[in-house]
């Protein structure tokens, strides 16, 4: 999604290649499409389009993405005034 940005260079989203077997749950649950499938494995196209909303790592069946909430998710921002940064977390796709 290129007209929806957040700011560049701070998303913590990371991939694993080797782990990752090529299912495409991420594709799917990505609202941003910031990862697509290349050769049979995901592939990060547009790392600062990521909100850090979480779906993709929560729906990742091996764990070959890691995302900390954060910078995009209004609902974790918002948590961690009142309940502090541990308590705080993100409500996933529906939540942005
Ligand atoms: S954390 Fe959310 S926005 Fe970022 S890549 Fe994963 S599903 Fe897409
Ligand atoms: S959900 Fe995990 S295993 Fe499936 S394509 Fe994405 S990174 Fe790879």
Same mark, same amino acid.
């Given at each position: 999604?290129?007209d ?6 701070v !998303?913590?989203?990371? @991939? ?6 090529g299912?495409g749950? $991420?594709?799917l649950? $990505? ?13 990060? @196209?547009?790392h600062d389009g ?9 729906n990742?069946?091996v764990d070959?993405? !890691?995302v900390t909430p ?14 502090g940064?541990?308590?705080a !977390? ?5 939540? $942005?």
């Amino acid at each position: 999604m290129k007209d929806f940005r957040y700011l560049p260079g701070v !998303s913590t989203l990371k @991939l694993d290649s080797e782990t990752c077997t090529g299912c495409g749950m $991420c594709t799917l649950v $990505c609202p941003h499409g910031v990862i697509a499938l290349e050769h049979k494995k995901a592939k990060i @196209l547009d790392h600062d389009g990521c909100m850090e909303c979480g779906a993709c790592s929560t729906n990742c069946p091996v764990d070959a993405i !890691s995302v900390t909430p954060g910078v995009g998710c209004a609902a974790y921002i918002i948590q961690t005034w009142y309940k502090g940064k541990e308590a705080a !977390s993100c409500g996933g796709p529906a939540c $942005c």
